[in-house]
């Protein structure tokens, strides 16, 4: 009964990073921004209005940044499609 238990314990272990991947980031290139107005436009609906987008890190100057996602909640291609909507263009956002 003890190495039944020890045995679910130590496979809960080993996979809790698996089953209990709560967050990804995500490398998201961005063009069309010009100032500090459009990234602060960016991040504050990614986090505001995507459900599942748990922090937003877009900088003009390095046009993009890195977004953190729930990926139960969300995927990269709604996040760009979000970024699109806005009128900046998502070229692409993958996972780091």
């Known amino acids: ?3 039944k238990i020890l045995v ?3 496979g809960l272990v080993i996979l809790s990073p698996v089953l209990f991947a709560a967050e990804k980031k995500l490398d998201c290139k961005v063009e069309k ?3 500090a107005m459009c990234e602060k436009k960016i991040n504050r609906t990614l986090t505001e209005e ?3 987008v748990l ?3 877009i900088k003009s100057d390095a046009h993009g940044g890195i977004v953190t996602i729930d990926p139960a909640k969300t995927t990269p291609l709604k ?4 970024i699109n909507k806005l009128g900046f263009e ?3 956002c993958k996972a780091i």
């Open 1 to 3: 009964m003890i190495r």
């Open 8 to 10: 679910v314990v130590f």
């Open 33 to 35: 921004m010009s100032c």
């Open 50 to 52: 995507v459900p599942g």
């Open 55 to 57: 922090k937003s890190d």
């Open 79 to 82: 996040v760009m499609e979000a």
């Open 90 to 92: 998502a070229k692409e």
